[in-house]
């Protein structure tokens, strides 16, 4: 992996903005955000952005880097840089704060509309629920659990960009995750929540599993979810 | 709109696309067979004509196609023209009607 000199194109501003340039040198081991550190703190200290543990953990460093969405605490310069630039800007489908920083508000709030808190029910549990590390139930979990809720799939989205009331991947891998746990207790009101604006809408082209940097398939959890809200339509629970 | 209504329009969407395959597979076969030796409106009526098999063949196709091409254009305009849900499956609504009306008739005028 080489080293070299690349012209950063970073956006400013907030929905009405440009690309400012800048002319850096980078590291084989360099990754994108160090590069936006770099800019920020020898270059421009106006500039706006968003990490926090900087080792692919709290999913808070997601930016649109040369048309797709990554992660950037995770993506080396090398790997992405084209023709010797690279083009950085805040996260597609959401509101601009400022330069590299989208708003995740209708991120989260769509999490919640997804219903997307355990729900422990009105009585306290009578004994632990037993689950197997074979159960295929337990193994859908497993799937879908390491979420960072970075947004690269909801920038991804065709769907989020088209329909505002669509809840997206993330917040529908995770609501299949609480289907799948034995111990949540949000039963069929769950499956309408996910129904209504949420997994039906889906067009299954998998651009969220292409893009997650967890490598999760959020596609294959709304599919799942898909199969339960028709089977609950048929028995008559919705 | 309420999610059960959802998930049944969702179904129904689906499963009129499943039904229009075949159908489609036979009418493609159909006309190959009926215009061996030329086409002739006088042929095919006569084989239509009080036919309770063609007529039943020719009302499902109808009725699958404006179902499917209504709920079809419902999620296309709720995409593509970014309407809400009421709107989207009223445009939905007028086109699958429309479709059926002038299908049922040109089925009516093969059998009757
Ligand atoms: S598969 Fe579904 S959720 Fe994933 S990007 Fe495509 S439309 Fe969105
Ligand atoms: S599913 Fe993947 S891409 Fe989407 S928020 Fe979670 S970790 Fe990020
Ligand atoms: S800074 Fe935490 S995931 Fe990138």
Known sequence: MASGEVTARIWRGGTEGHFQEFRLGYRHDQTVLDLVTEVQRRHDPSLAYRFACRVGMCGSCAMTVSGRPRWTCRTLVADVVDKGAVTLAPLTNLPVIRDLVADMTPFFEKWRKAGGRFEAGE???????????????????????????????????????????????AALNRAWTLVNDARDAGGPARLAQVAEGGCLACHTRQRCAQYCPKGLNPTEAI??????VTAAALKGEL | MSARLDVWLWLAHRASGALLAPLI????????????????????????????????????????????????????????????????????????????????????????
């Open chain 1, 123 to 169: 009585t306290p549990a009578e004994a632990f629920s037993t689950i197997t590390h074979d159960d295929p139930a337990r193994r859908a979990v497993d799937a879908g659990i390491e979420c960072i809720n970075c947004g690269v799939c909801y920038a991804a989205c065709d769907v989020v960009r088209m329909r505002d009331d669509y809840v997206g991947p």
């Open chain 1, 223 to 228: 599919a799942g979810l898909k199969r339960r």
């Open chain 2, 25 to 112: 597979v036979a009418h493609l076969v159909t006309i190959v067979i009926a215009v061996q030796g030329g086409l002739d409106a006088a042929e095919i009526v006569a084989r239509t004509r009080g036919s309770v098999f063609w007529g039943g063949f020719y009302f499902l196709f109808v009725a699958a196609a404006a179902l499917h091409a209504g709920l079809g254009v419902r999620s296309f305009v709720a995409e593509h023209a970014r309407l809400s849900n009421g709107p989207a499956t009223a445009i939905g609504v007028v086109l699958g009607l429309v479709l059926l009306v002038m299908g049922g008739r040109a089925v009516a005028g093969l059998v009757l």
